[in-house]
Every structure is written in C-alpha cells, then in structure tokens.
C-alpha cells in the first residue's frame, strides 16, 4: 500500500513540475503577425508567427481559434518545434465546426496560444 501511494505522489508531483516548466517556457515563446490569409464560408486561413527568444530548442503545441460573436467557429492544434533564437511562421485551415458564415458575416477575433 505504502508503495502505490508514493507512486500516486511522485505522478501528482510530475504532472504539476511539467505545467510549471511549459509555463516558463511560454516566456521564451512570443506570437506575432496573426492574420487571416483567406477567409471563405466554411474555412479560413490563418497566418502567424512565433520567436524563439531562448538559446535552446522548445517543443510546444499551439492551438488556433476562431471567433464570431462570441462563438468559437473552430479551432487547430499544431505541434512545432522552434529552433532557438528564431522565428518561425505557419499558415493553416481552421475548418468551422459550428456555423457557416453567411454573406457579410466576418471573423471577429483569432486566438492564438500556446496548449499546455
């Protein structure tokens, strides 16, 4: 019993030491340039950027959402692997899961964050 315990312990302890460490590595990690490429009724296309400010590699996922009035339309989940001290730019489709645009409805906000 003593046993299972400390292996219920030393799991609980890696989990919480792994969402501290991908929260100081978001530090590194800067997004910019976010912008919709294309933009149809059913997709769009969504650009953006990310800097590498450290002097060594991170592996993050980043997930991408998309907004209209409030209401997430759909969303991406990328993985990427940024090399240290540099910039690196991605250009996906985010299919909507929700709502199909309608003549004159736009997106009204992109999310870009980094998925713990």
Not at 13 to 24: D, E, I, R, V
Request: some cysteine; overall charge neutral; hydrophobic content about 40%.
């Amino acid at each position: 019993m003593f046993i299972w315990a400390l292996l219920l312990a030393a799991a609980i302890f890696g989990f919480l030491q792994t969402k501290y460490c991908h929260k100081q590595l978001d530090k590194y990690l800067e997004v910019q340039e976010i912008k919709i490429e294309t933009e149809a009724p059913s997709f769009c296309q969504v650009y953006f950027e990310v800097v590498n400010k450290a002097s060594f590699q991170i592996k993050r996922r980043v997930i991408v959402r998309v907004y209209h009035q409030n209401l997430e339309l759909g969303s991406k989940m990328l993985y990427g692997i940024f090399e240290a001290g540099r910039t690196k730019g991605f250009l996906t489709t985010v299919e909507y899961q929700e709502k199909i645009l309608k003549g004159g409805e736009n997106i009204d906000e992109v999310s870009v964050r980094f998925y713990d």
